[in-house]
T-cell receptor, first 116, second 111 residues
Framework: GAVVSQHPSRVICKSGTSVKIECRSL??????MFWYRQFPKQSLMLMAT?????????EQGVEKDKFLINHASLTLSTLTVTSAHPEDSSFYIC????????????FGSGTQLSVL | EDKVVQSPLSLVVHEGDTVTLNCSYE??????LLWYKQEKKAPTFLFML????IEKKSGRLSSILDKKELFSILNITATQTGDSAVYLC???????????FGTGTRLKVLA
């Protein structure tokens, strides 16, 4: 089945630093990738939609300068949390849609970000 | 505003019990409804439903969609401790292809 790889799985950083999270579709081309944020015991909150070769579409309330998304190829999207602060600590998870079947959503394993 | 509501929020049962999880939605441009199981990290896909009244089954799990009443149910029979997880329901918007997630139902199965 389709596999989405997300790295790193866990990162601890100091306040003010930037953190890059990668999301790769391993055996299919992902024309669209989604980035979610999940707080403990809460559901997935969509942050942005990433389309290959174009600018990401951000949800209301999500700062595009804070959360930089790049989708340079059909198999890779990256999320960079710039100048991270403790309130950015969260579980970030990416998902990808198979561009050929355009069905189902496959999830990466998530990244637990802790900002000290 | 589009929304997806799941109930109950949490549930504790004993092994062998049957559970029914509910998902109701108000999504203007409905395309599909999906169920996922989230244990620790990545949600894993269970079912995708697009048509009313057609039950989908996978082992002890089954699901059905009612597009008239705008809800879906996920049934788990003969529950096992390994079924303990958060079950997420998501509805896909056919215009934007975005997925709107419900808050999830946290299921705990006791031995």
């Amino acid at each position: 089945g389709a596999v989405v790889s997300q790295h790193p799985s866990r990162v601890i950083c100091k306040s003010g630093t930037s953190v890059k999270i990668e999301c790769r579709s391993l055996d299919f081309q992902a024309t669209t990738m989604f980035w979610y944020r999940q707080f403990p015991k809460q559901s997935l909150m969509l942050m942005a939609t990433s389309n290959e070769g174009s600018k990401a579409t951000y949800e209301q309330g999500v700062e595009k300068d804070k959360f930089l998304i790049n989708h340079a190829s059909l198999t890779l999207s990256t999320l960079t949390v710039t100048s991270a602060h403790p309130e950015d600590s969260s579980f970030y998870i990416c998902s990808a849609r198979d561009g050929t079947t355009n069905e189902k959503l496959f999830f990466g394993s998530g990244t637990q970000l802790s900002v000290l | 505003e589009d929304k997806v509501v799941q109930s109950p929020l949490s549930l504790v049962v004993h092994e062998g019990d049957t559970v029914t999880l509910n998902c109701s939605y108000e999504v203007t441009n409905f395309r599909s409804l999906l169920w996922y199981k989230q244990e620790k990290k990545a949600p894993t896909f269970l079912f995708m439903l697009t048509s009313s009244g057609i039950e989908k089954k996978s082992g002890r799990l089954s699901s059905i969609l009612d597009k008239k009443e705008l809800f879906s149910i996920l049934n788990i029979t003969a529950t096992q401790t390994g079924d303990s997880a958060v079950y997420l329901c998501a509805v896909e918007d056919r215009r934007t292809y975005k997925y709107i997630f419900g808050t999830g139902t946290r299921l705990k199965v006791l031995a």
